[in-house]
C-alpha cells in the first residue's frame, strides 16, 4: 500500500494559485493512478483530478477544467495539483489518494490509499 502527505494548502485570495503536493512512499507508486479529492464539512468527498500512472492520461472534474493542472513525478514519487485563478467555492480540505489498478474512477471507495489532508481557504 502506498502512504501519502500532503502539502501546499494555505489561505488566498480569490485569482490567486497554489500548488498542492503529494508526497508518497511504497514501492508501488510508479504503477498507481493518483487522483485529488476535496471534501468540504457537511458534504461528501468529491473528484477533482485523476492521472494514469502509464501513459499520463488525466480527467477532471467539469468546474476546475482549464484551471487545475494534475502532474506527477515518478523519480521523486510525487503528485502534484496546480490550482489557478482560484475561487471561494474550491474552498475545502484537498486529499491526494492512489490505486494500484488501471482506470481513473470518481467514486472515493475505488481507491485504495488516503492521505491526511491539506486545507485550502479561497476567500473573495
Known amino acids: 500500500q502506498v502512504q501519502l502527505v500532503e502539502s501546499g494548502g494555505g489561505l488566498v485570495q480569490a485569482g490567486d494559485s497554489l500548488r498542492l503536493s503529494c508526497a508518497a512512499s511504497?514501492?508501488?507508486?510508479?504503477?498507481?493512478?493518483m487522483a485529488w479529492f476535496r471534501q468540504v464539512p457537511g458534504k461528501e468527498r468529491q473528484f477533482v483530478a485523476a492521472?494514469?500512472?502509464?501513459?499520463?492520461?488525466?480527467d477532471y472534474v467539469d468546474s476546475v477544467k482549464g484551471r487545475f493542472t494534475i502532474s506527477r513525478d515518478n523519480a521523486k514519487n510525487t503528485v502534484y495539483l496546480q490550482m489557478n485563478s482560484l475561487k471561494p467555492e474550491d474552498t475545502a480540505i484537498y486529499y491526494c489518494?492512489?490505486?494500484?489498478?488501471?482506470?481513473?474512477?470518481?467514486?472515493?471507495?475505488?481507491?485504495?490509499?488516503w492521505g491526511q489532508g491539506t486545507q485550502v481557504t479561497v476567500s473573495s
Open positions: 489518494a492512489a490505486r494500484p489498478v488501471l482506470g481513473l474512477p470518481r467514486r472515493t471507495y475505488l481507491w485504495n490509499s
Open positions: 511504497g514501492h508501488t507508486f510508479s504503477t498507481s493512478a
Open positions: 492521472i494514469t500512472w502509464n501513459d499520463g492520461s488525466t
